[in-house]
């Protein structure tokens, strides 16, 4: 059973920092590329970083380009997604997710990151 635990949210400034974290377990970790996803509020989920299983080959969202950074670790079972220069509109909650995922994965909790004054 595919289990995502997500971590690291909280409340910052804009132009904050912020450090999520993802472990892992259920799956055989270094064989799937993982994935960050928000959904703001009133928002569709959206698709914010991907980083492949083992020669670490990223994708970003162009909203995120340069601001965010995705990395994993195989031997933690662990991806996070490192996240600078925040603004309001980042505010969201975040989930990882393994891609290519099965129809029987379900969404973690998610971490709630809210960027406000």
């Known amino acids: 059973q595919v289990q995502l635990v997500e971590s690291g949210g909280g409340l910052v400034q804009p132009g904050g920092s912020l450090r999520l974290s993802c472990t892992a377990s259920g799956f055989v970790f270094s064989s799937y590329s993982m994935r960050w996803y928000r959904q703001g509020e009133g928002k569709e989920r959206e698709l914010v970083a991907q980083?492949?299983?083992?020669?670490?080959?990223?994708m970003y969202a162009y909203f995120v380009k340069g601001r965010f950074t995705i990395s994993r670790d195989n031997a933690k079972n662990k991806v996070d997604l490192q996240m600078n220069g925040l603004l309001f509109e980042d505010s969201a909650v975040y989930y990882c997710?393994?891609?290519?995922?099965?129809?029987?994965?379900?969404w973690g909790q998610g971490t709630q990151v809210t960027v406000s004054l």
């Open positions: 980083i492949s299983p083992t020669r670490n080959i990223t």
């Open positions: 997710k393994r891609f290519p995922s099965d129809r029987s994965d379900s």
